[in-house]
């Protein structure tokens, strides 16, 4: 049985959608169509039934996916072992993080990393790290560090790196709201708050409102916690960010934490699928925190 049609038959099955399939893997719709039938004339049996809208395994498809992505590890894991140099691991692993986590948490990782495997290139990316785990999910990226959130997917690997400590921040200079903040957090009812639009970092800053008992005022809602420290400083609200965020931002000195009631801290880790956590590369990597 073909590797390439068993990669695309695995894929199908995570991604339910013949269009996603054949985009991400470089191939036509009909083409993988055509791959599939093929597949199905080899196991003599209806794979995937779908129409206009979705796309739904069989149960013999259920049955196969376990063993195709079995035996597609165990390929990828003789491939590495009969290399000219079997001591070396080579390749690329395809990484993303938030852009404060690329030098508070990354080089740790990496300089380790590096003096065990130096053949390995990294290709990192950067961006907001809510999409940390989607990212993983979609297959754009091959791990990620990102914060734990309070359900793993099912599909995901994670191990722990350690705990992110989150604080409420205000500006330094004065503003409308300044003498609110003389009062009990709880009565802070127009004081407007910045927050993350997304993750697990709104998800703490959604607790301790609910703690506090406070319907906040929202000012704004954005992608990536550097943008919530720096808004703070402009003075357009108070919000509630990660520490290491906030430490390492240029406009740390214009805003101060608040003695208020803390917010849970987040954890950070490396995830990966896994169903490709035993994948030499990935695993290696892993290995590092766990």
């Known amino acids: ?19 996603q399939t054949a ?11 055509r791959i599939i039938q093929r597949l199905e004339g080899d196991v003599g049996q209806t794979l995937f039934i779908r129409d206009n809208r979705s796309v739904e395994l069989t149960m013999v498809a259920k049955k196969m996916y376990p063993l195709a992505v079995n035996m597609l590890s165990e390929w990828q894991h003789l491939r590495q072992i009969t290399q000219d140099d079997d001591t070396l ?27 065990n495997y130096p053949q390995i290139e990294i290709k990192l990316t950067t961006g907001d790290p809510a999409g ?11 791990i990620a560090i990102a914060a734990q959130p309070d359900q793993i997917p099912s599909k995901l690997a994670f191990n722990t790196i350690g705990d992110v400590t989150m604080s409420v921040i205000a500006p330094t200079l004065s503003t409308q709201f300044s003498k609110q903040l ?26 301790w409102f609910k703690q506090q008992k406070l319907k906040p005022a929202i000012y704004a809602q954005v992608e990536g916690h550097e943008a919530i420290v720096s808004m703070v400083a402009l003075g ?5 960010a990660p520490d290491v965020v906030i430490d390492n931002s240029p406009v ?12 849970s801290p987040m954890k950070l ?22």
């Open 1 to 19: 049985m073909n590797l390439k049609n068993l990669q695309l038959f695995v894929h199908l099955c995570d991604s339910k959608s013949f269009n």
């Open 23 to 33: 985009q991400q893997n470089h191939v036509s719709p009909s083409t993988l169509s």
């Open 89 to 115: 691991l080579q390749g690329e692993i395809r990484m993303f993080c938030s852009v404060t986590a690329s030098y508070s948490h990354l080089p740790t990782v990496l300089n380790q990393f590096r003096l």
């Open 132 to 142: 940390a785990i989607d990212r993983v999910l979609n297959d754009e990226v091959d």
């Open 182 to 207: 003389q009062q009990p957090a709880a009565s802070w009812r127009d004081v407007p708050f910045i927050v993350a639009d997304s993750g697990t970092a709104r998800d703490r800053a959604e607790q």
């Open 236 to 240: 357009c609200g108070i919000g509630i």
């Open 252 to 263: 740390k000195d214009k805003v101060e934490r608040l003695k208020v009631a803390s917010v």
């Open 269 to 290: 880790g490396l995830c990966c699928l896994k169903k490709r956590a035993a994948e030499p590369l990935l695993q290696a990597m892993l290995a590092l925190v766990s």
